[in-house]
């Protein structure tokens, strides 16, 4: 079993539609990121949270550690936001080291 | 301020040959990570390095080997290729937070490698 679980696995919506997408985790953490892959591949970090909520822009991300639970908002999606997000922990002893979800596809149609 | 760049992008070798993948990042992060990402699968982390001199295996390090001889440049070798290691590789960097043991991790292009 994974130790990081996202779903979705796929999700399609109408453009201007309130996204959610769901992460969890089975082991103690440090730390939570949340990452875009673009449809040419590259990846980039949005968010990197230990508790609470942080937001950028129209994407809202928050942690309940307690429940090991994480969940990105994506408000008044645009077809832009079409990519893969992934979910990621930091189990605090090891280095740096994250262990990924395997990513949840988004595609908003216009 | 390039980032995190890879080389080559695209590579296609045949069984048994071998190359090298060159990640360079100007940051002047202490921390680089090699990684594969295959269809279905997450990203998984095959070495990863957290200083000039040091590497240590990840959780698919087989058939591959690594080198960090400068701060800025993470090498990651294949002696004889395999089907199995057709991949996209992303190369990463971070530094090091004391009080999170992690941060924010900066991700190359990609190398999309065929072994055929």
């Known amino acids: 079993k994974n130790e990081v679980e996202q779903s979705p696995q796929n999700l399609t919506a109408q453009e201007g539609e309130f996204i959610t997408i769901n992460c969890s985790y089975s082991?103690?953490?440090?730390?939570l990121h949340w990452l875009q892959q673009h449809p040419g591949g590259g990846i980039v970090s949005l968010f990197m949270?230990?508790?609470g909520k942080k937001k950028h822009g129209r994407l809202i991300a928050t942690i309940n550690i307690q429940e090991k639970h994480s969940s990105l908002h994506i408000t008044a999606s645009h077809p832009r936001d079409s990519a893969v997000y992934i979910c990621a922990v930091n189990r605090g002893s090891t280095l740096g080291r994250l262990y990924f979800g395997r990513g949840t596809q988004l595609t908003v149609w216009p | 301020n390039a980032g995190v760049t890879q080389t080559p992008k695209f590579r296609v070798l045949k069984t048994g040959q071998s190359m090298t993948l060159l990640c360079a990042q100007d940051?002047?992060?202490?921390?680089m990570y090699w990684y594969r990402q295959d269809p279905g699968m997450g990203l998984r982390l095959i070495h990863y390095?957290?200083?000039?001199?040091?590497?240590a295996k990840g959780e698919v390090p087989d058939g591959y080997n690594v080198s960090r001889l400068k701060k800025q440049n993470f090498l990651l070798g294949l002696e004889s290729a395999a089907p199995s290691q057709t991949s996209v590789y992303f190369c990463?960097?971070?530094?090091?937070?004391?009080?999170?043991?992690?941060?924010?991790?900066?991700f190359g292009p990609g190398t999309r490698l065929t072994v055929l």
């Open positions: 949270l230990s508790s």
């Open positions: 940051m002047n992060h202490e921390y």
């Open positions: 082991v103690g953490i440090s730390a």
């Open positions: 990463a960097s971070s530094y090091y937070r004391t009080y999170t043991s992690t941060d924010t991790q900066y």
């Open positions: 390095s957290v200083g000039e001199g040091t590497t």
